[in-house]
């Protein structure tokens, strides 16, 4: 029967010391919270950070370390980190009011971060958590406009863009079009110089060919022989005819001459 005792009270002596150096953790956290939100107050945020994760290892499981860690990585301007905090921080709340101001941070940290719609939403949440909060309220008005305003920089950077493509595209089909016209121009000069080149070539030519055609003028200038139209008869009648009139001629001419001298008598001796 002891021996059932002994065995029984063996689980409540561990489940009491278990508890002990659960509640000596749970004090250390405490304290080092305590010591943290001291920090926190004086905008001493580094060293407030430092205290609740101490806290956080003594108490992982603890909302409040948790929350106030956030808060100081988002007072040191780490936005995106303070996001991570805050997100996971939301999973493990149970309390609206919990949520409702984590959901504001958040929002909060989004709005650094210009995420402006992401920031929308968060506020959204807590408002849903907490209709009442007028800064949530405030908040999430200006996270709209915000928005907006970044909605319509976004279509404009759109358009812009869609017409710089167009006056890019404008401008190529310009490019094209000159080039285009640049080489008609150029076969255009081409093909001038090719006639320019080959009316030169002909006037070459024609001078070249002028000397023949004063030669050929020459030539034409010239008397031209002309054919013999008697028959070998009648130049045979013709020849006797002139030796006839030549020595008819010589006749006259030793006449003419005999009269003007003595004729020398032959002597038959």
């Not at 940290?109 to 309220?137: H, W």
Request: with cysteine; proline share 3%.
């Amino acid at each position: 029967m002891k021996y059932l005792i002994i065995i029984l009270c063996i689980p409540f002596s561990l489940f009491s010391q278990e508890k002990k150096e659960d509640d000596k953790l749970q004090r250390q956290a405490r304290e080092h919270i305590r010591q943290g939100n001291k920090l926190y107050n004086a905008a001493s945020y580094a060293d407030a950070e430092v205290a609740f994760k101490k806290a956080l290892e003594k108490a992982p499981e603890s909302k409040k370390a948790a929350y106030n860690l956030g808060n100081s990585v988002y007072q040191q301007n780490r936005n995106k980190e303070a996001i991570k905090q805050f997100v996971e921080l939301e999973k493990t709340l149970k309390s609206k009011d919990a949520k409702a101001e984590a959901y504001h941070n958040l929002g909060n940290s989004l709005m650094n971060e210009k995420q402006y719609g992401p920031a929308v939403d968060a506020y959204k949440k807590a408002m849903r958590n907490n209709p009442k909060d007028d800064e949530t309220r405030y908040n999430l008005a200006l996270a709209q406009e915000k928005q907006k305003e970044q909605q319509k920089k976004d279509d404009k950077k759109k358009d812009d863009k869609k017409d710089d493509k167009n006056k890019d595209k404008d401008k190529d089909n310009k490019d094209k079009k000159k080039d285009k016209d640049g080489d008609k121009d150029d076969k255009n000069k081409d093909d001038k110089k090719d006639e320019d080149k080959k009316k030169d070539d002909k006037g070459d030519d024609e001078k070249k060919d002028k000397p023949k055609d004063k030669d050929k003028d020459k030539d034409q200038q010239k008397p031209q022989k002309r054919p013999s139209q008697l028959s070998p008869e009648q130049m045979k009648q013709l020849l006797e005819a002139m030796n006839n009139e030549e020595n008819k001629t010589q006749k006259k001419l030793n006449a003419k001459k005999a009269r003007g001298r003595k004729v020398k008598q032959q002597k038959d001796w």
